[in-house]
T-cell receptor, first 111, second 115 residues
Framework: GAVVSQHPSWVICKSGTSVKIECRSL??????MFWYRQFPKQSLMLMAT?????????EQGVEKDKFLINHASLTLSTLTVTSAHPEDSSFYIC???????FGPGTRLTVL | RKEVEQDPGPFNVPEGATVAFNCTYS??????FFWYRQDCRKEPKLLMS???SGNEDGRFTAQLNRASQYISLLIRDSKLSDSATYLC????????????????FGQGTILTVHP
């Protein structure tokens, strides 16, 4: 079946740095990918929808200038957390537009 | 009111017990419904879809009541390996930023099965 991969699986960085997370569809082409964020003891919240060849669509309350999304090709979407701060520490998960295809997630810790 | 609401638990049950989780959703126009399982520090994984007619997969039975906007999951003969967080998820075609619609997750119900 289809597989979605993410890289890195975890990252620790200093406050103020930018972190790029990659989401790849391994055996299918994805014109759309979803990015979610999950804080401890909370559920997944959709941050944005990544669209190949056009701008991402952000959910209300998500800063598009802070969370940069680039859907560079039909198999790669990236999320860059710019000038990360401790409150951005979270579990970031991407998914394909099928209910069963989630990436393994990236755990970001900002010191 | 939350779009998808679940009892967060935790539910602590012995092996072999039957446990039921409930979920309500606010949008009467929602099209599809799912139960996901999420293990600690892992991504959610689809457990099963939920249909109005009710559906069963081994020890798991899911039920949907559209009139009450209520979804349930029943786990029979609980195993230690069933310990996880169970997420009620609703899909709306007309939501989100694309024609693909949007998944909305409940906060999850924590289940711990003990020996």
């Amino acid at each position: 079946g289809a597989v979605v991969s993410q890289h890195p699986s975890w990252v620790i960085c200093k406050s103020g740095t930018s972190v790029k997370i990659e989401c790849r569809s391994l055996d299918f082409q994805a014109t759309t990918m979803f990015w979610y964020r999950q804080f401890p003891k909370q559920s997944l919240m959709l941050m944005a929808t990544s669209n190949e060849g056009s701008k991402a669509t952000y959910e209300q309350g998500v800063e598009k200038d802070k969370f940069l999304i680039n859907h560079a090709s039909l198999t790669l979407s990236t999320l860059t957390v710019t000038s990360a701060h401790p409150e951005d520490s979270s579990f970031y998960i991407c998914s394909a537009p099928k209910p069963q295809f989630f990436g393994p997630g990236t755990r970001l810790t900002v010191l | 009111r939350k779009e998808v609401e679940q009892d967060p638990g935790p539910f602590n049950v012995p092996e072999g017990a039957t446990v039921a989780f409930n979920c309500t959703y606010s949008n009467s126009a929602s099209q599809s419904f799912f139960w996901y399982r999420q293990d600690c520090r892992k991504e959610p994984k689809l457990l099963m879809s939920v249909y109005s007619s009710g559906n069963e997969d081994g020890r798991f039975t899911a039920q949907l009541n559209r009139a009450s906007q209520y979804i349930s999951l029943l786990i029979r003969d609980s195993k230690l390996s069933d310990s996880a967080t169970y997420l009620c998820v609703v899909f709306d075609t007309n939501a989100g930023g694309t024609s693909y619609g949007k998944l909305t997750f409940g906060q999850g119900t924590i289940l711990t099965v003990h020996p």
